[in-house]
Each structure stands twice: as C-alpha cells, then as structure tokens.
C-alpha cells in the first residue's frame, strides 16, 4: 500500500525537510558584516567581529527538523493503522508550527543584536509552511481511504 498518493505528498514533506537544513532561512546583511541564518547555525562572513547570541536556538531548529523528518518516514510506513496515520500527521503539524515560531523567534533574536542591516528571508523559511500544506493533503488522502475501506467493510 505504499503506492498510495499520501506516501507522496510525505515523502515530499521528508525531502523538503532534508532541504531544510541545507537552505538558509534568511540573511543579514549591512555594510560591515553579512550573516546567513541556517538550521545549521549562523553562516558569518569572512572578517566577523564577535560572536552573535542564539547559538542554542539553532541546535533546536536542527533538533525539531530531525524529529519531523523521522516522523514523516515513520508515518509513511504505518500504512495499515489509517487513524493512528491520521494522529502522526496532525502531531508532525504541530511540530511544524513550532519550527517556524522558533525559526521566527530565532530571526527576531538575531535581528536585536545587529543594529543596522536588512534581513531578507531565504527559500528555507517556506519550506516548513508548505510541508503543513502537504501534510493536509496526506491526511485528507489517508481519511478517504479509511472511509472506502469502512465501506466496503460494510456491504460484506
């Protein structure tokens, strides 16, 4: 049963997540220094005076990451248990929800310390929004299939 279209639209919430910590959320940059926000930490430019604080907020951006991602592929393989698949999704959401209210706080944190500059979001920070999408559309895949089985349960 694996060749269902939710085992899609998961496994491309697994793929967007192994993105995720390659891509950098966003940039800071002004004309003394340029830091580049990832999952991974802050990417400072060559000749960075000092240090920035959030170092901590970043090992729970890449903890959050790791536990959507093996959640999404230990959702993928609980195929034969469609409420309990439906469960996983919503709790994957959550988590999403709370990667992006850290990713946020963690920019809000960095943008307090440096003074001037423009901070422009990078093609990391849309990925979690679009997982949640994807997840809604697995877990409205998955409850159509537990109603046609339902149903055909029901005419035996």
């Not at 491309?12 to 926000?37: K, N, T």
């Not at 093609?123 to 895949?141: D, K, Q, Y």
Request: proline share 3%; no cysteine; net charge positive.
């Amino acid at each position: 049963m694996l060749q269902r279209i939710q085992t899609l639209y998961l496994l491309l919430v697994g793929i967007f997540a192994i993105l995720l910590i390659f891509l950098p959320l966003g940039s800071f940059s002004s004309e003394e220094v340029r830091v580049s926000l990832g999952i991974l930490g802050l990417g400072y430019a060559p000749g960075f005076p000092g240090e920035l604080p959030g170092h901590w907020q970043a090992f729970v951006l890449l903890a959050l990451v790791l536990v959507i991602l093996v959640l999404t592929f230990y959702t993928i393989f609980q195929y034969k248990r469609r409420r309990y698949q439906i469960q996983l999704g919503k709790f994957n959401t959550l988590l999403h929800m709370g990667l992006i209210v850290t990713a946020f706080l963690f920019i809000d944190q960095l943008s307090g310390s440096l003074t001037s500059g423009t901070f422009r979001y990078g093609a990391g920070i849309f990925l979690p929004l679009v997982s949640m999408v994807l997840i809604l559309l697995a877990n409205r895949a998955i409850k159509k299939d537990d109603e046609l089985v339902r149903s055909a349960d029901r005419i035996r």
